[in-house]
């Protein structure tokens, strides 16, 4: 599931934000810098690792561990992190920690209620995710699973009104031949293909798993828009849900075979590597991700790409032709493009508008900014909180 990201809890804003007041303006520039370096290596190892990670453990030889169980054990590790995390803000007084979440979670039961429906459809994306990587080569994945930004932008235009520049529409276009390229070729035959393997089951998970990641992100927005919390409380809230409502799952799906083989049948380092990385991957990339720009966010997706593919052809044996070359190729384009800021658009716009006449791209008034990417390629409005963002952008 998507970690809420960091920007509303004085307590979380991380180190740099808290000393940079006190720094001399060349030093405070210069540790800026640093930190989005940072950012960017941990967006980019996250992103990478975390599929190839699941590609390696559900592909090993040997007993297969219950993808429904994985999830669950994720979200309890991060609510009860999260839950340390707010012991810790409240000094270790369990008296207060035990107030402050009866006042968040029951007093103001319809701020907690309304974070069930985009739980839900977290939880279901992130079983629809092993399904996928599952059926489907880990660079392949990487590839199409970028679909959640066009999803994500149509449903932000559909519900919230918002408006796209016409660079960022071509560049959505430019997304979906991308992958359509690398679906071709993966329809193709591009390569071996291990007989328990079915790509068809792979590519219906991947979209719909795209499809519940840009509906969730959108209506995450605006069922919450004007609400406040901490972090680490939105968090917590959302692994209550997404624990209760992966142990249904878990019983609908594989009760029978949990039931008979034991919850944690199957596991190794590598599946447990799996879970933490989920679990403490989303909250780590949720506090680093406000020091990097859009532009830094679009590019550590791509590095995301690259490094997944070269991995996939050293650790599974992925053959890379000039078909998947290409498609990939379009993507990454299409995902700086989509990354650019506003005035980045308009200077690219205004400079071919000699040969077409002037083009208007400036936000129409009263209308919200455009969906834009946040840490693993997913468009910002997916895992963040409106008020917290609008914090982060004062800050």
């Known amino acids: 599931m998507a970690a809420v990201g960091v920007g509303g809890s004085t307590a979380a804003t991380g180190p740099g934000a808290v000393s940079a007041g006190a720094l001399e303006p060349g030093s405070a520039t210069a540790a800026h810098r640093r930190l989005k370096y940072i950012s960017l290596a941990v967006l980019v190892v996250q992103n990478a690792s975390l599929i190839l990670s699941i590609r390696y453990a559900r592909t090993l030889p040997g007993d297969r561990f219950f993808a429904t169980t994985a999830v669950v054990m994720a979200e309890v590790l991060k609510g009860v992190t999260c839950l340390l995390l707010l012991f810790a803000q409240k000094r270790g007084n369990v008296k207060h920690l035990a107030l402050f979440l009866h006042e968040a979670v029951l007093v103001q039961y319809v701020d907690t209620l309304k974070l069930a429906v985009p739980s839900l459809i977290y939880t279901l994306q992130n079983n629809l ?35 796209l520049s016409r660079l960022q529409w071509a560049s959505l276009l430019l997304l979906f031949t991308g992958v359509a390229i690398v679906q071709a070729q993966q329809a193709g035959g591009g390569g071996p293909r291990p007989l ?23 209506y995450f927005e605006k069922i919450l828009k004007g609400s406040s919390g901490s972090v680490w409380l939105r968090n917590l809230q959302l692994g209550l849900f997404g624990t209760a409502l992966g142990l249904v799952g878990l019983w609908w799906a594989e009760g029978t075979a949990v039931a008979r083989r034991g919850f944690f049948f199957g596991y190794t380092p590598a599946v447990w590597g799996v879970v933490l990385n989920q679990a403490f991957g989303g909250l780590l990339v949720a506090v680093v991700v ?44 299409a995902v700086y493009l989509y990354s650019l800021p506003r005035g980045a658009v308009q200077a690219i716009t205004s400079a071919s508008a000699s040969a077409s006449g002037p083009c208007i791209h400036q936000q129409p008034p009263g209308q919200p900014p455009p969906p834009q990417l946040s840490s693993r390629g997913d468009l910002i409005t997916e895992p963040f909180l409106p008020k917290l963002l609008t914090k982060v952008k004062g800050s």
């Open 290 to 333: 406000k020091y990097a720009d859009n532009i830094l966010k679009g590019f550590a997706t791509s590095l995301s790409i690259v490094l997944s593919t070269v991995a996939s052809i050293r650790l599974f044996g992925f053959h890379l032709d000039p078909l998947f070359a290409l498609g990939a190729g379009l993507v990454i384009g």
């Open 129 to 163: 995710q092993y399904v996928a990587i599952s059926n489907l080569p880990a660079a392949t994945f990487q590839v199409t699973y970028q679909l959640k930004i066009l999803t994500t932008a149509l449903f932000s235009v559909l519900m919230l009104n918002r408006s």
């Open 196 to 218: 328990d393997q079915n790509p068809g089951a792979g590519l219906a998970a991947v979209v719909a798993s795209c499809l519940s990641s840009g509906f969730a992100g959108v």
